[in-house]
């Protein structure tokens, strides 16, 4: 009996650290020389293609049906998390990437596609990794062809999570 006690308390004091560690943001951790990168980047296939030739299109307007947002959360090592959903690229592009950096605490995210000649749109998933990152506030900003597609302010610590409605008043 007193072995599993032992065994019983060994293994709470290893799930109570466990929780401490999940993004841990210490910033003695984070080496100053890090470099500020994105990684993890993945992205789904088209999920539904708006042409303009069909009746009910005009100015794609199923995709309206779609909500676009941002969800954000903390990861380890200081990392922020981010799944762009419905961002909507040409239906058949050949490469969606992102690049990111980060200029007087503007996280900037450059979305772009490559290729993609088709007369339609589709919204697609993106989902990546950016940092690492220092508690703090910062601005994201989203770009498209070079211009600013979106902004929101976060306030980045070891407990963030949340989501960001993109406004379609564009």
Do not use: W
């Not at 004091?13 to 401490?20: A, P, S, V």
């Amino acid at each position: 009996i007193m072995k599993r006690k032992g065994v019983f308390l060994l293994i709470n004091l290893l799930m109570l650290t466990m929780g401490f560690v999940g993004c841990s943001n210490d910033n003695e951790k984070i080496k100053e020389d890090t470099p500020f990168t994105l990684r993890n980047f993945i992205h789904t296939g088209c999920k539904n293609k708006a042409t303009p030739d069909e009746p009910a299109s005009a100015n794609f307007a199923q995709l309206d049906s779609y909500e676009e947002s941002i969800e954000y959360s903390c990861k380890s090592s200081g990392r922020l998390y981010i799944k762009h959903v419905n961002a909507v690229f040409n239906c058949c592009a050949e490469e969606i990437k992102a690049s990111t950096s980060l200029t007087n605490g503007r996280i900037i995210i450059a979305e772009t596609e490559k290729g993609g000649t088709c007369d339609c749109i589709c919204p697609y998933d993106l989902s990546f990794e950016v940092g690492p990152l220092k508690d703090g506030k910062y601005t994201v900003v989203i770009k498209r062809d070079s211009q600013e597609y979106t902004t929101f302010v976060i306030d980045f610590d070891k407990n963030l999570s949340g989501r960001f409605v993109v406004s379609k008043e564009k």
